[in-house]
């Protein structure tokens, strides 16, 4: 009997050492709801020359959603800068995608903000993601400052 006792009691500490670890951690808690309503900015701007010289007529033109949220389709003139602000939700699936049309010459569909790619990358310069739009493609910086091709077209 004397034995059983020695060996109940150490179970019986780690059982609730184990119940104690699966408690949420206040903390984790804090920083997921500081991430679940930190506000994103999402930026394009039209860096494509321009055909035939023509500046007062669109040639560019930029239409994005998300599951919830129409942007509208928005005529951009030659160094136009277009910008509109996210939130990532609960479960960071949040998700905008652009249909971007240079007109008589390409398309594209991109990823314009994708939670689970960008929320911390695009925490480096004031919660701003930015695309250029060029000739040969649709570039991406998160500091304003080196500009990566992530979607030639
Ligand atoms: C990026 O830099 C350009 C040129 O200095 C500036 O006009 C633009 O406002 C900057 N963009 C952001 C999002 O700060």
């Not at 930190?38 to 007062?56: E, G, M, Q, W």
């Not at 609960?90 to 905008?96: E, G, K, S």
């Not at 493609?137 to 304003?144: A, E, P, R, T």
Request: aromatic share 16%; proline share 4%.
């Amino acid at each position: 009997m004397a034995n059983l006792k020695i060996t109940v009691f150490p179970t019986l500490v780690l059982a609730m050492a184990m119940a104690i670890s699966v408690l949420p951690d206040p903390w984790a808690v804090a920083v997921s709801e500081n991430t679940m309503f930190k506000n994103y900015h999402i930026h394009v701007v039209n860096d494509l020359p321009l055909f035939r010289s023509r500046a007062k007529v669109p040639q560019f033109y930029l239409r994005c959603k998300s599951g919830d949220r129409d942007i509208g389709d928005k005529a951009m003139l030659k160094g136009e800068h277009y910008t509109w602000d996210t939130k990532v939700n609960l479960f960071r699936t949040t998700l905008f995608f652009c249909n971007a049309r240079w007109v008589n010459y390409k398309r594209i569909t991109f990823d314009a903000f994708r939670a689970s790619r960008d929320e911390d990358r695009c925490e480096e310069y004031h919660n701003s993601c930015m695309w250029s739009v060029r000739s040969d493609g649709i570039y991406f910086s998160n500091n304003n400052v080196t500009w990566t091709n992530e979607y030639p077209w």
